[in-house]
C-alpha cells in the first residue's frame, strides 16, 4: 500500500503581521504554512525545512525580499525553491527586476484573495510535477533506491560537508555474491526480484538522514 503524499510547505515572509494572518487564512487548507517577519528568520526556517514555495514580500526592514532571493538561489539546496513576490510596487520595472532575479510570480497588494489562491495552487502543482521528474532521474527504476547520478551529486556533496566539517566519511562497496549464477539458475525476473530484496535490506539498515 503507498504511503499517502506528504503536504506541501509553503514559507510565508512579510513584516507586516495583519498580512501574514490574512494569506494564513486563506492558505490554511492549501499547504503546511511556516511563517516569518524577516529574511534572517525566513532563511533559518527554508534550511530546518526546504519550503515548496515561498510568498515575499518586497521590502522589509533589514535583509530586503530582494536581498532574501539572492542569498536562496545562492544556496544549492534552496535555489529551485519558487517564490512569489507580494508587494504595493505595480510598477513594470519592478515587476521585470523580480522575474529577472529569480522569481516565478508577482502578486500586487492589495490582492485579491481569488487571485492568490490560483497562483499558489499553479504553482504548487508545477513543483510536484518538478520534482517528479527530478526524482526520476535519479532513482534506479528496478530497484527503486539512488542511481550512479544521485550517487555521483551526493559523494561530491558529502565529501565537500566533510572537508569543512572536518568529520569522517565514510564509502562502502558491497558484492553480491554468485548473482551471476543465481541469475542464470532462477531466471531474469527472480533476479530481479532478489536485487529489489538486497536494496531494501540495505534502505532498511540506514538509520540516518546522511
Same mark, same amino acid.
Given at each position: 500500500?503507498?504511503?499517502?503524499?506528504?503536504?506541501?510547505?509553503?514559507?510565508? %515572509? =512579510?513584516?507586516?503581521?495583519? %498580512?501574514?494572518?490574512?494569506?494564513?487564512?486563506?492558505?490554511?487548507?492549501?499547504?503546511?504554512?511556516?511563517? #516569518?517577519?524577516?529574511?534572517?528568520?525566513?532563511?533559518?526556517?527554508?534550511?530546518? %525545512? %526546504?519550503? =515548496?514555495?515561498?510568498?515575499?514580500?518586497?521590502?522589509?526592514?533589514?535583509?530586503?525580499?530582494?536581498?532574501?532571493?539572492? #542569498?536562496?538561489?545562492?544556496?544549492?539546496?534552496?535555489? =529551485?525553491?519558487?517564490?512569489?513576490?507580494?508587494?504595493?510596487?505595480?510598477? *513594470?520595472?519592478?515587476?521585470?527586476?523580480?522575474?529577472?532575479?529569480?522569481?516565478?510570480?508577482?502578486?500586487?497588494?492589495?490582492?485579491?484573495?481569488?487571485?492568490?489562491?490560483?497562483?499558489?495552487?499553479?504553482?504548487?502543482?508545477?513543483?510536484?510535477?518538478?520534482?517528479?521528474?527530478?526524482?526520476? *532521474?535519479?532513482?534506479?527504476?528496478?530497484?527503486?533506491?539512488?542511481?550512479?547520478?544521485?550517487?555521483?551529486?551526493?559523494?561530491?556533496?558529502?565529501?565537500?560537508?566533510?572537508?569543512?566539517?572536518?568529520?569522517?566519511?565514510?564509502?562502502?562497496?558491497? =558484492?553480491?555474491?554468485?548473482?551471476?549464477?543465481?541469475?542464470?539458475?532462477?531466471?531474469?525476473?527472480?533476479?530481479?526480484?532478489?536485487?529489489?530484496?538486497?536494496?531494501? #535490506?540495505?534502505?532498511?539498515?540506514?538509520?540516518?538522514? *546522511?
Amino acid at each position: 500500500m503507498s504511503q499517502p503524499a506528504q503536504p506541501q510547505q509553503i514559507l510565508l %515572509v =512579510d513584516d507586516d503581521a495583519a %498580512v501574514i494572518q490574512l494569506l494564513g487564512g486563506l492558505l490554511a487548507n492549501v499547504a503546511a504554512l511556516r511563517f #516569518a517577519t524577516n529574511g534572517k528568520d525566513a532563511l533559518r526556517l527554508a534550511h530546518e %525545512v %526546504v519550503p =515548496d514555495l515561498i510568498l515575499l514580500d518586497a521590502e522589509m526592514p533589514g535583509m530586503s525580499g530582494f536581498e532574501l532571493l539572492q #542569498a536562496l538561489k545562492a544556496d544549492a539546496r534552496l535555489a =529551485d525553491v519558487p517564490v512569489i513576490f507580494i508587494t504595493s510596487h505595480t510598477e *513594470a520595472g519592478f515587476e521585470v527586476s523580480a522575474l529577472e532575479m529569480g522569481a516565478v510570480d508577482f502578486i500586487a497588494k492589495p490582492f485579491r484573495s481569488s487571485l492568490v489562491l490560483a497562483r499558489v495552487k499553479l504553482h504548487l502543482r508545477m513543483k510536484r510535477m518538478t520534482d517528479g521528474l527530478r526524482r526520476a *532521474a535519479t532513482i534506479d527504476s528496478l530497484t527503486g533506491v539512488a542511481n550512479r547520478r544521485m550517487f555521483d551529486q551526493s559523494l561530491v556533496r558529502e565529501w565537500l560537508l566533510a572537508r569543512r566539517t572536518g568529520n569522517p566519511l565514510s564509502l562502502l562497496s558491497i =558484492d553480491v555474491d554468485h548473482f551471476k549464477s543465481f541469475n542464470e539458475r532462477y531466471g531474469r525476473q527472480q533476479g530481479d526480484e532478489f536485487l529489489r530484496q538486497v536494496a531494501a #535490506a540495505l534502505v532498511s539498515a540506514c538509520r540516518r538522514p *546522511a
